[in-house]
């Protein structure tokens, strides 16, 4: 009987691993706030890309110019913008594990967005 339950459990398990490391589209604020800091802010919270002096996810190398659609500089070149990003990411944890790809977006997409928190450091 305990093999008969664990061969029933087995496609729930596969299920979980599998949804665990799919990839997702999230759109918000990016912020570049400073050299090495990398997050996106969505309607879910803060997602972390990068931090000063620790290791970046990887695909954080192939990031496109965010400037091109419209950028807000706080801090010399360093600031935010509007854009989506298709990552892996661990949703409990808030966690992103991987870049796939990055699409820099018109601010006003941001703006105009209820489900966006206002643009904050």
């Not at 490391?21 to 997602?47: I, K, M, S, V």
């Not at 496109?64 to 659609?69: A, I, L, N, W, Y």
């Amino acid at each position: 009987m305990a093999g008969r339950a664990a061969l029933l459990a087995l496609p729930a398990l596969v299920i979980l691993a599998g949804a665990a490391g799919a990839a997702e589209r999230r759109c918000g604020w990016l912020w570049n706030p400073t050299p090495g800091n990398f997050w996106l802010e969505d309607r879910d919270g803060r997602w972390v890309l990068s931090a000063m002096g620790a290791v970046a996810v990887p695909g954080m190398d192939s990031i496109p110019d965010m400037t091109v659609r419209g950028w807000v500089a706080t801090n010399g070149a360093y600031g935010y913008g509007c854009a989506c990003l298709v990552v892996e990411a661990d949703r409990t944890g808030r966690r992103v594990r991987r870049l796939i790809s990055a699409e820099p977006l018109p601010l006003s997409r941001c703006q105009e967005d209820p489900s966006l928190p206002p643009p904050r450091g």
